[in-house]
Nanobody, 121 residues
Framework: QVQLVESGGGMVQAGGSLRLSCAAS????????MGWYRQAPGKQRELVAA???????NYADSVKGRFTISRDNAKNTVYLQMSSLKPEDTAVYYC???????????????WGQGTQVTVSS
């Protein structure tokens, strides 16, 4: 099995910064894309940012220029540096990883348990 453990959420005032981390562990041969999603109350889960194993990144328009995604392939860890936070960034943030558990296995998608980010005005 594969586990994703997130950390770094919390409460911050508007304009502040937070850094989220997500470490993958378990039976892992390789990880393809890793990403961060968020879900606010009453809304659907949405992609915030994603990064491939080669370092190509993709961001939601709402966070471009404010958030930066990065990863450490040796540690199977993905980060999300969030700056200039706004109250509308308040949500539960989830980590996602597309994992190959062996050379022969198919790609599987795993999710973390979520971490709350609250931005006060």
């Amino acid at each position: 099995q594969v586990q994703l453990v997130e950390s770094g959420g919390g409460m911050v005032q508007a304009g502040g910064s937070l850094r989220l981390s997500c470490a993958a562990s378990g039976t892992i041969f390789s990880i393809n894309a890793m990403g961060w999603y968020r879900q606010a109350p009453g809304k659907q889960r949405e992609l915030v940012a994603a990064i491939t194993s080669g370092g190509n990144t993709n961001y939601a328009d709402s966070v471009k220029g404010r958030f930066t995604i990065s990863r450490d392939n040796a540690k199977n860890t993905v980060y999300l540096q969030m700056s200039s936070l706004k109250p509308e960034d308040t949500a539960v943030y989830y980590c996602n990883a597309d994992v190959y558990r062996s050379y022969w296995s198919r790609r599987e998608s795993y999710w973390g348990q979520g971490t709350q980010v609250t931005v006060s005005s």
